[in-house]
């Protein structure tokens, strides 16, 4: 029941290919974590780890362009 009581967020992490990867947890860590539940081990390998940027959930929608 802890993730009720943990805010979690949104972010953009950007990859090598010039596209972004949404993820979604308390910390960036924690949402490449959850990432890599989802994601072979080559599509985890274009994601730049120490480059991200929190979004707000509302502003999606102008990032979905970016998105690969």
């Not at 972004?20 to 490449?32: F, H, Q, R, V």
């Not at 072979?40 to 940027?53: K, W």
């Amino acid at each position: 029941m802890s993730s009720f009581t943990t805010p979690h967020y949104m972010y953009l992490f950007e990859m090598t290919n010039g596209k972004k990867k949404l993820a979604y947890g308390a910390s960036p860590e924690d949402a490449l974590d959850i990432l890599s539940m989802r994601l072979t081990e080559e599509e985890m390998a274009l994601i730049i780890r120490d480059r991200y940027q929190r979004i707000p959930q509302r502003e999606m929608m102008k990032h979905l362009d970016n998105l690969g």
